[in-house]
């Protein structure tokens, strides 16, 4: 079955920066796009980051030139590197996967920007 796992958020001060992992499992990993988004308290959840199978990279405007995707396929890992953090920033940050005509999410994990 498929499997997300999400991990590397914290709290951290503004402009500071964090890494996040999501450890995937149960599919090809090298076969499919993979995504990540955040829901801020009160808002709708959004796409951060998508990196396809074959590597390119796209973002929200939001956090283009501090945000960068990344993948390793050998270890079924996608990345995300978040600089220059913002304290609109703060979210529960996902990882996505569209497998099977469905879509799977990581259990999330929480980052909190302080100003």
């Known amino acids: 079955q498929v499997q997300l796992v999400d991990s590397g958020g914290g709290l951290v001060q503004g402009g500071g920066s964090l890494r996040l992992s999501c450890a995937a499992s149960g599919f090809t990993f090298s076969y499919y796009a993979m995504a990540w988004y955040r829901q801020c308290p009160g808002k709708q959840r959004e796409r951060v980051a998508v990196?396809?199978?074959?590597?390119?990279?796209n973002y929200a405007d939001s956090v283009k030139g501090r945000f960068t995707i990344s993948r390793d396929n050998a270890k079924s890992t996608v990345y995300l590197q978040m600089n220059s953090l913002k304290p609109e920033d703060t979210a529960v940050y996902y990882c996505n996967v569209y497998y099977a005509s469905r879509g799977y999410w990581g259990q999330g994990t929480q980052v909190t920007v302080s100003s």
């Open positions: 990196i396809s199978s074959g590597g390119n990279t």
